[in-house]
């Protein structure tokens, strides 16, 4: 059943509108404000994750709470082979303070996103990350993070 497209009814559809706000509703939970039995909810929700349409249950990490900012880069890139890409991104997650690295398409090709406490640790991961891509970037942006709303 993984991957079959399947036509969601109201039930789904809550189900799935409550899970992305809060992964981590109880059965009772969602029974109370769906209207259907603990038994229902939890058929239901096992056949949305059997069929695919819910991939992982994740958690949100507030890491502004915990002390630190996130910054966000953008680059857009010369062209390059896949094998050369995969070395340059190879070489970025060697950054200890890197969280994610996602290929986009648009204006840029590649985002880089850093946590860091201080201004000292962003400037070190910026010239770590210059060096590692100076040869291969067009354009660069930087986002800081000042506030989230999730």
């Not at 992305?20 to 056949?47: C, M």
């Not at 060697?94 to 640790?121: C, M, S, W, Y």
Request: proline residues 2%; aromatic residues 12%; hydrophobic residues 45%.
């Amino acid at each position: 059943m993984n991957g079959v497209r399947k036509k969601l009814d109201r039930i789904d559809r809550e189900i799935l509108f409550w899970m992305d706000l809060n992964s981590r509703s109880s059965f009772p939970f969602l029974a109370r404000k769906i209207h259907a039995s603990p038994a229902t909810i939890r058929y239901r929700l096992s056949q949305l994750v059997k069929s695919g349409a819910i991939g992982q249950f994740i958690t949100l990490i507030n890491y502004r709470n915990l002390g630190y900012r996130s910054y966000s880069m953008y680059y857009k890139l010369r062209e390059m082979r896949e094998k050369e890409l995969a070395r340059l991104v190879a070489k970025i997650k060697k950054i200890p303070l890197v969280v994610d690295i996602v290929l986009v398409q648009g204006a840029f090709d590649i985002n880089i996103n850093f946590l860091v406490r201080t201004t000292d640790e962003a400037s070190e991961v910026l010239w770590l990350l210059r060096e590692i891509v100076e040869k291969c970037v067009l354009e660069e942006k930087m986002l800081v993070y000042l506030r989230s709303y999730f």
